[in-house]
């Protein structure tokens, strides 16, 4: 079992800056692929980026390339998630997942409640 803490979120003006973190529980946290997704109102959640256990490979969603980056932590059982430019269609919730398979956007087990961020104009 893990659960999952998200933190950072907040309010910032377009092409400010946020850095979203999750904390994990457990002893096994580097054996779990990490992702973040988003959901904002009225959409479906969407996957923007996921991180191997080992933090070596990432992988993004083209909206958000170049502008995040996923990272890790593994002895802080930690994952983050840096965004720069940000666009006010980045405002949604933001959530953490953790799962067996890299890279992936479907099939993780365990989710965080998420942490909002909202992007004005």
């Known amino acids: 079992q893990v659960q999952l803490v998200e933190s950072g979120g907040g309010w910032v003006q377009a092409g400010g800056s946020l850095r979203l973190s999750c904390a994990a529980s457990?002893?096994?946290?580097?054996?779990?692929?990490m992702g973040w997704f988003r959901q904002a109102p009225g959409k479906e959640r969407e996957f923007v980026a996921a991180?191997?256990?080992?933090?070596?490979?990432?992988y993004y969603t083209s909206s958000v390339k170049g502008r995040f980056t996923i990272s890790r932590d593994n002895a802080k059982n930690t994952v983050y998630l840096q965004m720069s430019s940000l666009k006010p269609e980045d405002t949604a919730v933001y959530s953490c997942?953790?799962?067996?398979?890299?890279?992936?956007?479907?099939?993780?087990?365990?989710w965080g409640q998420g942490t909002q961020v909202t992007v004005s104009s």
């Open positions: 457990g002893r096994t946290f580097g054996s779990y692929a």
């Open positions: 991180i191997s256990g080992s933090g070596v490979r990432t």
């Open positions: 997942a953790a799962g067996r398979q890299f890279p992936t956007t479907t099939g993780y087990d365990y």
